[in-house]
């Protein structure tokens, strides 16, 4: 995964792992730009929810 903070981006990218790095569903086959709300799956028994700060901010100030 890569982050430019002057961007406020991110990148992730599957060096050619055995198990797969999936975006969505979707195989990563070259890099990705990820966006708010991603499902990144590494292998079969790993996931994670992208969030951007800007979002998780904003989230905890409605609470």
Same mark, same amino acid.
């Given at each position: 995964? +890569? $982050? &430019? =903070? @002057?961007?406020?981006?991110? @990148? %992730?990218? &599957?060096? =050619?792992?055995? /198990? =797969?790095?999936?975006? /969505?569903?979707?195989? !990563?086959?070259?890099? #990705?730009? *990820?966006? &708010? =709300? /991603? #499902? #990144?799956?590494?292998? &079969?028994?790993?996931? $994670? %929810? $992208?969030? +951007?700060?800007?979002?998780?901010?904003? *989230? !905890? +100030?409605? +609470?």
């Amino acid at each position: 995964m +890569r $982050f &430019d =903070g @002057w961007k406020r981006a991110a @990148w %992730l990218r &599957d060096p =050619g792992s055995t /198990n =797969g790095t999936l975006v /969505n569903g979707v195989a !990563v086959t070259s890099e #990705v730009a *990820l966006a &708010d =709300g /991603n #499902v #990144v799956s590494l292998g &079969d028994e790993t996931a $994670f %929810l $992208f969030r +951007r700060t800007e979002t998780l901010y904003a *989230l !905890v +100030r409605t +609470r």
